[in-house]
């Protein structure tokens, strides 16, 4: 049976996402899809809002998958509260919450992973191991299911986006990937469902992050072009923080390879951890116009 919380149909099985996605789609709808792993927050919403601008049904997955968390107590920690997700997936609008368990997810026999080769090697790739497969294996599963017109994901998760535009280039999946911008806090801190988790001093701490990226957004404005430079602007805010780094690297926005030299369009991404939470961001950079 679905059910249905005031404009939003909720399917916890793939029979149910199937009934509702077809019923959606012989009124002739076009479909928005935005998936997550829940613990929604105004960065999920905007994604959610970016989807109804385009389409008259969005659908929103809410799975936390564990084959992409390579540490278990992240993965034992990860914030679920689902009742608020679907208050604020319909306040956003969305029309169909899929909040499926794991075996509707990975019923018995399932054995295919995804891998998405150079991209997913770098960064994120490097410090967790398994994350990106088990990543894109989940959205490939996830778009499948949907079939929807376009899919939104932000860029917040740069390189994520990276590799999912990569596997479904390869794989000729037929959805369009839809990139969308980072939404930040006032003070600049990056939207996250981990932020939830931050001690109040570690949360006033988490600001390095975006500090030193903005930090190196105005020295690349001003014509800096060394890598090291950039980087080191950004690693300058973390040591002030005492915030252990797992990287702060510019990369080539397309492959996500190591540059020396702003000399193309890039991204400048961090990773650190602050307490017992570990944190992701990054900027797009490019070269100053002579
Ligand atoms: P998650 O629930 O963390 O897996 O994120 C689900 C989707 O929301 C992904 O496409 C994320 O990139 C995106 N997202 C998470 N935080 C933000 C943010 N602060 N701004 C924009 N998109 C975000």
Not at 89 to 106: H, L, N, Q, R, V
Not at 243 to 255: E, H, N, S
């Amino acid at each position: 049976m679905l059910a249905t919380t005031s404009t939003l149909t909720v399917a916890r099985t793939v029979d149910e996402l199937r009934a509702a996605v077809d019923a959606a789609k012989s009124a002739g709808l076009s479909v928005g899809f935005v998936p997550t792993m829940g613990a929604l927050h105004e960065g999920h919403q905007t994604l959610v809002r970016e989807a109804a601008k385009d389409h008259a049904a969005v659908v929103i997955s809410i799975f936390v998958n564990p084959s992409q968390f390579n540490d278990a107590s992240d993965l034992e920690n990860y914030p679920r509260t689902e009742a608020a997700d679907f208050e604020r997936a319909a306040a956003a609008g969305a029309t169909i919450a899929f909040a499926p368990s794991c075996d509707e997810i990975y019923p018995a026999g399932f054995a295919t992973t995804i891998s998405a080769g150079a991209v997913a090697e770098q960064l994120e790739g490097a410090h967790r191991p398994g994350h990106f497969d088990g990543m894109a294996t989940v959205v490939a599963r996830l778009l499948g299911l949907v079939r929807a017109d376009v899919a939104y994901f932000g860029r917040k998760d740069a390189q994520q986006l990276a590799v999912i535009e990569q596997f479904v280039r390869d794989l000729v999946i037929p959805t369009r990937i839809q990139g969308v911008e980072t939404v930040r806090e006032a003070d600049g801190l990056a939207m996250s469902s981990r932020n939830m988790r931050l001690a109040q001093a570690d949360r006033q701490r988490a600001l390095a992050l975006s500090r030193g990226l903005f930090a190196a957004q105005r020295l690349a404005d001003g014509g800096e072009h060394s890598a090291r430079a950039l980087e080191t602007a950004v690693q300058v805010e973390l040591d002030a923080a005492a915030l252990p780094t797992d990287y702060a690297t510019l990369v080539d926005a397309a492959t996500f390879l190591p540059v020396d030299v702003l000399d193309r369009e890039c991204v400048l991404a961090v990773a650190a951890h602050v307490g017992p939470v570990r944190l992701i961001d990054n900027i797009r950079l490019a070269p100053a116009s002579v």
